[in-house]
Structures are given as structure tokens and as C-alpha cells.
């Protein structure tokens, strides 16, 4: 009896070193998104995020990784990709700058389109881009809008570019700036329960409409596991997945608005 009690401890001492062991072996994907772009991310910590993100990377974990989070603000999240500092930015718009230092998934994650917001009483039927030339817009600091339109408003458009994108709303209702561009779901749910939901209005013309994506950094060691990340991601875009991820985070934001944006 007492030799088999022996057997089944030391069995269980195995084990915990086996399992320890494989613990140690996991190795660690670091990734950054917005920390200010609800519904898909948003900060709520020094060391954690809440939103689409999160739901969406625990689904796509690789075999034998774990993802950390780095909460930094987005444009410094992006020169530390840059630089091989952060693996992975997750819900980022593919741009042919981004393209030269991040490896991006073929799959998207979330659609986001892309709109223009402006005061209800000066609001413009707005068809062409070229009637922004003659008005003051505003754009958040680390945002990019693919479709061109990067490039057509540093060349064409006066712009202000400032850190915040309830700093841009409070600029466009003071009527300090005509207009601001920004993702449409994350500028409605910020005006569903902000002083000024009946001022500001979302044009009917997108921007663009193109999708979000993962991107590796190219200098990260890890980015052999693209390729299973955009199988996962596929799937999880063919079965409706991804667009249930993005339906509760938007329900959450509705019924608990001042978890996303605090009064």
C-alpha cells in the first residue's frame, strides 16, 4: 500500500514538472491595437485591453503561444513594430507604408468602414472628395483610412491631427474644425451617449470600406504562425464568427456605455 501511495506521488511530482515544463515552453506573441477604438479595442488598464480583440485572439491563438498585451498609444504601438519591439497589431487597416514593415493575414478581421462626421447643420451631400478641399478637417494621431485616401488628404486637404477622437468630436460641435474622419461603428457608439448625439451626424458616402486586418512585424520571430492565424480566421469568417464578435461588443457598449467611455 504504502509502495504504491509512494508510486502515484511521485507520478504526480512527474507530471507537475512535465507540465511546468511545458508551461515554460510557451512562447509569447506580444500585440498592440488602439487603445482608444471601441468597438473593436479600447484600453482598460495599464496592462489590458476589452473589445472585439480580445474575444477575437482567443480564438486564434497558435498551438503552443500565448498573446500579451502592450498597452501603449496606437502611434507608439506602431513605431515599436516598426522596430521588431511588439510582435502584432491587431485591427489595423493595410496601407502600402504599413505593408513595408508588417507582414498582414490575406483574411481580414472586422469590416470598418470609413466615414465622414459633421455638424447636422452644415452637413454636405457628399459625393467626391474633393468637396473637403475647401473646409478644415480633423483626424486622430496613428489612424490610416486605406483606399488612397491617406494620400489624397496630405496632398489635397487641410487637416488637423490631434491625439484623441473625443478631442476631434468636441473640435467639430465647437465648430473649430468642418468635419472629422473616423470609423464609423467606434464615432457612432461614442455619439450614442455623448452631449453631442444630436448635433453630429455620420455622411452616407464612406471613405472606404475596406476591412481590417492582423499584421506581424517583419522583424518579429514569430511570424511563422501567420499562416495558421489566417486559417482560424477564415473559418471564423465563413461561419458569421466575426460578425457575432462584432455585434455583442457593440450590444455591451449599449447596455454599459460608461465602461467604454467613462464620464
Not at 498592440?32 to 480583440?53: I, K, L, Q, R
Not at 455622411?203 to 482560424?232: A, C, M, Q, W, Y
Not at 455585434?247 to 460608461?258: R, V
Amino acid at each position: 500500500m504504502h509502495f504504491m501511495l509512494r508510486n502515484i506521488f511521485l507520478a504526480a511530482i512527474c507530471l507537475g514538472l512535465i507540465a511546468g515544463h511545458s508551461l515554460a515552453e510557451e512562447k509569447i506573441i506580444t500585440w498592440a491595437t488602439n487603445s482608444h477604438y471601441p468597438p473593436y479595442d479600447w484600453a482598460v488598464s495599464e496592462s489590458e485591453y476589452a473589445g472585439a480583440c480580445v474575444e477575437l485572439l482567443s480564438l486564434i491563438a497558435p498551438k503552443g503561444y500565448v498573446f500579451r498585451p502592450v498597452v501603449v498609444p496606437w502611434a507608439r504601438a506602431q513605431e515599436m513594430a516598426k522596430r521588431g519591439e511588439i510582435d502584432l497589431l491587431v485591427n489595423i487597416r493595410v496601407t502600402p507604408d504599413r505593408s513595408a514593415w508588417l507582414d498582414f493575414s490575406s483574411n481580414p478581421t472586422f469590416q470598418n468602414p470609413i466615414v465622414v462626421f459633421m455638424r447636422k447643420n452644415k452637413a454636405i451631400p457628399f459625393k467626391s472628395w474633393d468637396e473637403l478641399k475647401p473646409l478644415l478637417g480633423g483626424t486622430t494621431l496613428g489612424d490610416a483610412f486605406g483606399n488612397g485616401f491617406d494620400e489624397y488628404w496630405k496632398k489635397n486637404l487641410r487637416v488637423e491631427v490631434i491625439t484623441s477622437m473625443s478631442a476631434n468630436f468636441s473640435k467639430l460641435n465647437a465648430g473649430r474644425i468642418d468635419y472629422f474622419v473616423s470609423g464609423y461603428y467606434m464615432g457612432m457608439a461614442f455619439l450614442a451617449h455623448s452631449e453631442y448625439r444630436e448635433q453630429i451626424v455620420a455622411l452616407g458616402t464612406p471613405i472606404s470600406n475596406n476591412p481590417i486586418h492582423l499584421g506581424f512585424s517583419k522583424l518579429s520571430p514569430h511570424r511563422d504562425v501567420l499562416p495558421e492565424i489566417d486559417r482560424k480566421l477564415r473559418a471564423l469568417g465563413a461561419d458569421g464568427s466575426l460578425s457575432r464578435i462584432l455585434k455583442n461588443q457593440l450590444q455591451k457598449i449599449a447596455d454599459n456605455p460608461q465602461f467604454v467611455f467613462p464620464e
